[in-house]
Nanobody, 118 residues
Framework: VQLQACGGGLVQAGGYLSLSCAASGLPFSSNFLGWFRQAPGKEREFVAEISESGGRTYYRGSVKGRFTISRDNAKNTVYLQMNSLKPEDTAVYYC????????????WGQGTEVTVSS
């Protein structure tokens, strides 16, 4: 299983970035996809996840209304649109995959770094 995240970068506060994560080696349309992040010196935290068909999405409270997770099962890709970015969104962002029958994510990408300057 491979998950390849990209799209990170440096942006000013109030700006936007679009992350994408391409998956291979797993039945993509049968997996929940999630985004997590880890800021320097902090533990990794959940950001958002999307169900197999894309019909259900979940977000951590601090990003709700600013971030949007979506997926394209034909392209085996999950996206994270991040708007109105804040300095506290600075982190390495990881995509991950899991089956709906479990609550833990066994498959992880390598991460893409997002830096938001004030």
């Amino acid at each position: 299983v491979q998950l390849q995240a990209c799209g990170g970068g440096l942006v000013q506060a109030g700006g936007y970035l679009s992350l994408s994560c391409a998956a291979s080696g797993l039945p993509f349309s049968s997996n929940f996809l999630g985004w997590f992040r880890q800021a320097p010196g902090k533990e990794r935290e959940f950001v958002a996840e999307i169900s197999e068909s894309g019909g259900r999405t979940y977000y951590r409270g601090s990003v709700k209304g600013r971030f949007t997770i979506s997926r394209d099962n034909a392209k085996n890709t999950v996206y994270l649109q991040m708007n109105s970015l804040k300095p506290e969104d600075t982190a390495v962002y990881y995509c991950a995959a899991r089956k709906s029958t479990t609550t833990t994510y066994p498959y992880w990408g390598q991460g893409t770094e997002v830096t938001v300057s004030s």
